[in-house]
């Protein structure tokens, strides 16, 4: 298989993913139709940061844009979780497609929080935890709302890629609203601008996944950096001779395989999904959690719930420790309470809802 060349991968995978393609950006460029994402408590903040001139953006505004990237990479992972979490077969191709995501994002917030502290700052992971459902940090991909479901298609391509789709596939769209993308080019940007003095203190050293946290000392490492984070999924880069280092597509390209079935293959006629089938798999089908979380869920369920949600905000309040001075033991703490939140989310998964078809999942609650 020849090596990925990003623009035109991009130009021409976002053709074979066709209608999908448009109906995800759709809405970003459309009023908000009822029953869509609720405006963000901070509506625009990071069209505020962007529109800051690149002549008044120092040191603090990378503070603040680094912050919203925390509550960005975050906010993801919990829906992720929960479709990688539903699928019965673990040894499936989609199975180690989402396992990959997953690993990725707990990667990208690792570099975010890296970089923070690089510039003197503090994450605020707990104060970032978003809530479901809901619309994505600081005013990006509006018109898309997060939730939480079982791997369904619907949730793959009204959440899954819609999170994740390029920029240059929304570019058709007219949509105002800021990219994931976009956002990232810009604070990279800003970093050049600024070069700010950067402190290792505090950083932290991790393998997570097939990717490997390391201290940013220079720009340059930044720059690695933040390029890696848009390679993986977040964004596009606009060099032509860009390519995947780990010769794996972008999330949204291997979320779409999923959804379409089959590989992306490169053809006389651009990418296409041609490839090796992608089988859909059996997945326990946890219900979309509702505002306001499940309804007078029965004694065994309410205490399964509380179970789940009394690890997460252990695992956020150790994720804080962590980038505060906890140093790799406090993030060995942090792996193991996420470890943790598996078996009853597995459970409650396997808990039939009754008088449906579906089953309970976790809300994902922060407990003051």
Same mark, same amino acid.
């Given at each position: 298989?020849? #090596? @990925?060349?990003?623009?035109?991968?991009?130009?021409?995978?976002?053709?074979?993913?066709?209608?999908?393609?448009? !109906?995800?950006?759709? #809405?970003?460029?459309? !009023?908000?139709?009822? *029953?869509?994402?609720?405006?963000?408590?901070?509506?625009?903040?990071?069209?505020?940061?962007?529109?800051?001139?690149?002549?008044?953006?120092? +040191?603090?505004?990378?503070?603040?844009?680094?912050?919203?990237?925390?509550?960005?990479?975050?906010?993801?992972?919990?829906?992720?979780?929960?479709?990688?979490?539903? %699928?019965?077969?673990?040894?499936?191709?989609?199975?180690?497609?989402?396992?990959?995501?997953?690993?990725?994002?707990?990667?990208?917030?690792?570099?975010?929080?890296?970089?923070?502290?690089?510039?003197? &700052?503090?994450?605020?992971?707990?104060?970032?935890?978003?809530?479901?459902? &809901?619309?994505? #940090?600081?005013? +990006?991909?509006?018109? %898309?709302?997060?939730?939480?479901?079982?791997?369904?298609? #619907? @949730?793959? $391509?009204?959440?899954?890629? !819609?999170?994740?789709?390029?920029?240059?596939?929304?570019?058709?769209?007219?949509?105002?609203?800021?990219?994931?993308?976009?956002?990232? *080019?810009?604070?990279?940007? *800003?970093?050049?601008? %600024?070069?700010?003095?950067?402190?290792?203190? &505090?950083?932290?050293?991790?393998?997570? *996944?097939?990717?490997?946290?390391?201290?940013?000392?220079?720009?340059?490492?930044?720059?690695?950096?933040?390029?890696?984070?848009?390679?993986?999924?977040?964004?596009?880069?606009?060099?032509?001779?860009?390519?995947?280092?780990?010769?794996?597509?972008?999330?949204?390209?291997? @979320?779409?395989?999923?959804? $379409?079935?089959?590989?992306?293959?490169?053809?006389?006629?651009?990418?296409? @999904?041609?490839?090796?089938? +992608?089988?859909?798999?059996?997945?326990?089908?946890?219900?979309?959690?509702?505002?306001?979380?499940?309804?007078?869920?029965?004694?065994? %369920?309410?205490?399964?719930?509380?179970?789940?949600?009394?690890?997460?905000?252990t695992l956020l309040d150790t994720l804080d420790e962590t980038w505060a001075?906890? &140093?790799?033991?406090?993030?060995?703490?942090?792996?193991?309470?996420?470890?943790?939140?598996?078996?009853?989310?597995?459970?409650?998964?396997?808990?039939?809802?009754?008088?449906?078809?579906?089953?309970?999942?976790?809300?994902?609650?922060?407990?003051?």
């Amino acid at each position: 298989m020849a #090596p @990925f060349k990003r623009r035109s991968f991009l130009a021409s995978a976002a053709v074979a993913a066709g209608a999908s393609t448009t !109906a995800v950006a759709g #809405p970003a460029s459309a !009023a908000a139709p009822p *029953g869509s994402a609720p405006e963000p408590s901070n509506p625009g903040s990071v069209a505020r940061l962007l529109s800051v001139p690149e002549a008044g953006r120092g +040191v603090e505004w990378l503070r603040a844009a680094l912050q919203v990237a925390v509550e960005l990479e975050l906010c993801v992972i919990p829906p992720y979780l929960c479709a990688w979490w539903s %699928v019965k077969n673990r040894g499936s191709e989609a199975a180690r497609l989402i396992r990959r995501i997953v690993d990725d994002e707990m990667y990208h917030l690792g570099v975010v929080c890296n970089l923070l502290v690089a510039v003197g &700052g503090r994450p605020r992971i707990k104060a970032a935890a978003a809530a479901y459902p &809901g619309p994505l #940090p600081g005013g +990006v991909r509006t018109g %898309v709302t997060l939730y939480l479901s079982g791997l369904t298609k #619907p @949730f793959l $391509h009204d959440v899954m890629m !819609a999170v994740e789709a390029p920029e240059e596939a929304l570019a058709r769209t007219g949509s105002s609203s800021p990219t994931v993308g976009t956002f990232y *080019g810009h604070l990279l940007n *800003g970093f050049w601008a %600024v070069a700010p003095e950067l402190s290792t203190r &505090g950083q932290l050293s991790a393998h997570i *996944g097939a990717d490997e946290l390391r201290p940013v000392e220079t720009l340059l490492d930044v720059e690695r950096s933040l390029d890696i984070i848009r390679e993986q999924g977040e964004g596009t880069s606009r060099s032509p001779a860009d390519s995947f280092e780990d010769d794996h597509p972008a999330h949204y390209y291997a @979320f779409s395989e999923i959804y $379409h079935g089959r590989q992306l293959r490169e053809t006389d006629n651009g990418w296409k @999904f041609t490839g090796p089938p +992608v089988p859909f798999p059996d997945a326990r089908p946890m219900a979309r959690v509702p505002a306001g979380g499940w309804s007078r869920p029965a004694a065994p %369920v309410q205490q399964l719930l509380h179970r789940f949600d009394t690890v997460y905000t252990t695992l956020l309040d150790t994720l804080d420790e962590t980038w505060a001075g906890g &140093g790799p033991r406090t993030l060995g703490a942090a792996v193991h309470a996420m470890r943790g939140l598996e078996e009853p989310a597995v459970r409650l998964m396997e808990t039939e809802i009754p008088g449906t078809r579906g089953t309970y999942g976790p809300q994902f609650r922060v407990l003051a």
